[in-house]
């Protein structure tokens, strides 16, 4: 979504500290309720204390590891993101061309996104809108998005193994992924026109490979 470096698939940040079992799971509930919530009533359904209710967890305990919603639901998003990265793990896409396997990944998440629009309006908001006080959170999506792209291209290693003349093309098919939810959601684009911004900035992968190719 944003122009950062992509990761390893499903790699923890090394400047992160590993997280014990109880962590991650007080962490999942956490995200489990936020995105309930979320389902039901969208971005303004989202409340601190209703999070810490539903999670069973102290509200200062959660204020402690997200200082506000926006946090909150940055986080969700990239747990959402992770959730697809282990599908597309699971069930790579197929088709011969890259152009075409990274616009079938983001197509994918996109009627994911379909089937829940509250969630995906609560999330896109949030991350639309963090501020640099959310900036691990947002670095966070903006790594996985791109790991995401890497992925559907066939390479795993990151920029070094994907090619720099491929980083340019994958940063602005993350902007158009991101500018075409946001004219979704606002109901300024249709899911036919989202599917075609995608699908033309995706076939800047198949330029520059052939450009590669060439030189």
């Avoid at 990944?105 to 996109?110: E, K, Q, S």
């Avoid at 959601?185 to 995608?198: K, M, P």
């Amino acid at each position: 979504m944003a122009e950062r470096p992509a990761a390893r698939p499903l790699a923890h940040s090394p400047a992160t500290p590993r997280r014990t079992e109880r962590q991650e799971a007080r962490r999942r509930r956490i995200l489990d309720a936020t995105a309930a919530l979320a389902r039901r009533g969208g971005f303004e359904a989202v409340q601190m204390r209703e999070v810490a209710e539903a999670s069973g967890v102290a509200l200062g305990t959660l204020y402690r590891h997200f200082p506000s919603k926006i946090h909150l639901l940055v986080a969700t998003m990239h747990d959402q993101l992770e959730r697809l990265h282990r599908t597309l793990h699971r069930h790579p896409p197929r088709e011969p061309e890259p152009s075409a396997r990274v616009a079938g990944t983001l197509l994918r998440a996109f009627r994911a996104l379909q089937r829940e629009p509250r969630l995906a309006e609560a999330m896109v908001r949030a991350f639309t809108f963090a501020d640099r006080s959310a900036g691990a959170e947002v670095d966070a999506v903006s790594r996985l998005t791109t790991a995401i792209i890497l992925d559907a291209l066939g390479t795993r290693g990151g920029p070094e193994e994907s090619g720099a003349e491929r980083l340019p093309a994958v940063r602005v098919i993350e902007h158009t992924w991101h500018s075409a939810l946001i004219g979704w959601l606002s109901g300024r684009a249709s899911g036919e026109q989202v599917r075609s911004d995608i699908e033309t900035a995706c076939r800047l992968i198949d330029i520059t490979v052939r450009g590669g190719a060439r030189r």
